[in-house]
């Protein structure tokens, strides 16, 4: 396909995101209709297409129109990419820009400049406050590939040099001493020997960030209470010899964790849905929430989320830490984690849980941005009235 012809079928895509289709659905629905296509254009297309919804705002506002078209107008403005050779109007590129288009278009201003809606702004202002412009510009960009070497099978070096013997080259990061960043070959990890034999696991860096903060050490009983598809649960299970179960209210989401467990070469034990019992040494809760501070990997969530799922999330936030509270022995922690920027699901959940539960103690509460190494997270660990004080330490902001 023609550069000019993937603008055009991301357009198209682009017009079925717009009328209320998931975007992986419509791409995947266009990739069976267009069997031409090869791999390098679907990753093109897919490209263009995740462009224009993480700055769909800013886009249409350049492009001149809130369609597929004027998305693509915008991509190529705001990319400055030569629209006089995409909009040829030759094989299967879009039309020449009409006389209107030529002249139509003009930077986004206020919050569709920081490709925010305009209900979510002041609550992201508040949010962040110095941060809020930067942390909303972060997710208008791609993220990183990132990767999290399993400590269990290798080291850093290992992981690179097996990585780099099959075209895949990365760097390690700041962010944690498990984190690699893909620099080239991202597309062949998943196909891997190295991603196969379980030396790596694709993890965002803030995510490993976030279980190297926890209070783990060998010999612990430790809960993933919103375990999903389980990579906390791997990447903690990669850190110490601990004894590790997951749950998650939807069974579906553990169905993968046993293969990953095998490959990453440790145990973990699947609880029933909503029947755990017990006392843990750690209950981690990383809670279903907005997504905003990793919506660059998953913009749809950005446009999708309204007041009213807000304001739901919170609720079953706090019902999952009154839950999971009561699964933490007295030594025990509980720790919180989102992948949102917002206060309402950070730290007013954490203030609220300590005016519901005296006694309990914020004992460590870390956030970070979205940023080069990885996306937006928030922590806070909790310990309850029997917690002993020498365990306690320090609060960092
Ligand atoms: C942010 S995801 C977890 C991601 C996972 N920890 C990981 O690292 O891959 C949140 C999970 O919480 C689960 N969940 C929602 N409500 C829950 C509840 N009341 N109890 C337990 N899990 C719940 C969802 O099904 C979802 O899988």
Redesign the pocket.
């Known amino acids: 396909m023609t550069p000019g012809a993937r603008i055009q079928a991301a357009a198209e895509i682009l017009e079925l995101w717009l009328d209320g289709e998931a975007a992986e659905k419509a791409l995947t629905g266009w990739a069976r209709r267009s069997r031409f296509a090869g791999s390098k254009d679907r990753a093109a297309i897919r490209d263009h297409v995740f462009d224009a919804i993480r700055c769909k705002r800013s886009y249409a506002a350049l492009g001149g129109a809130l369609t597929g078209r004027g998305l693509m107008i915008g991509m190529a403005r705001a990319q400055q990419l030569e629209i006089a050779d995409l909009f040829s109007g030759q094989g299967h590129a879009p039309d020449p820009l009409s006389e209107a288009e030529l002249v139509s278009g003009d930077a986004a201003q206020g919050a569709a400049a920081l490709d925010l809606p305009d209900w979510l702004e002041p609550i992201w202002r508040d949010s962040l406050g110095a941060q809020a412009e930067a942390a909303a510009l972060a997710q208008q960009t791609r993220a990183p590939v990132m990767l999290r070497v399993n400590l269990r099978k290798s080291d850093i070096a290992q992981a690179r040099a097996a990585l780099s013997a099959e075209g895949i080259e990365t760097h390690p990061v700041e962010m944690s001493d498990t984190a690699l960043l893909v620099e080239t070959g991202a597309r062949k990890v998943a196909l891997s020997q190295a991603f196969q034999t379980g030396l790596v696991e694709l ?1 965002d860096g803030a ?1 490993q960030a976030v279980v190297d903060a926890l209070p783990l050490t060998d010999g612990l009983r430790v809960l ?10 791997l ?1 903690m299970a990669g850190r110490v010899d601990a004894r590790f179960s997951a ?4 069974e579906g ?1 553990l169905r993968d964790l046993p293969d990953r467990a095998v490959r990453a070469g440790v145990e973990v034990a699947l609880l029933p ?2 029947d755990v019992q017990g006392d843990f040494d750690l209950v ?6 907005s ?1 905003s501070g990793s919506w660059r990997r998953a913009p749809d969530g950005k446009w999708r989320l309204s007041a009213a799922q807000l304001q739901q999330l919170t609720e ?1 936030q706090r ?2 830490l009154d ?2 509270a009561g699964l933490v022995a007295a030594n025990g922690v509980l720790a919180y ?3 949102s920027l917002l206060e309402c699901e950070n730290g007013d959940q954490v203030t609220d849980f300590l005016k519901r539960h005296p006694g309990w103690t914020e004992t460590l509460r870390r956030q970070w941005l979205p940023g080069a190494e990885g996306d937006g997270f928030f922590l806070s660990c909790l310990t309850g009235p029997g917690f002993d004080a020498i365990k306690g330490s320090n609060i960092s902001g």
């Open positions: 993890q995510s993933d209470y919103c375990a999903g598809g389980g990579g906390k649960t990447a749950h998650d209210i939807n989401r849905a909503g981690l809760c990383d809670a279903p929430c997504g079953m019902d999952i839950q999971a984690a989102t992948c």
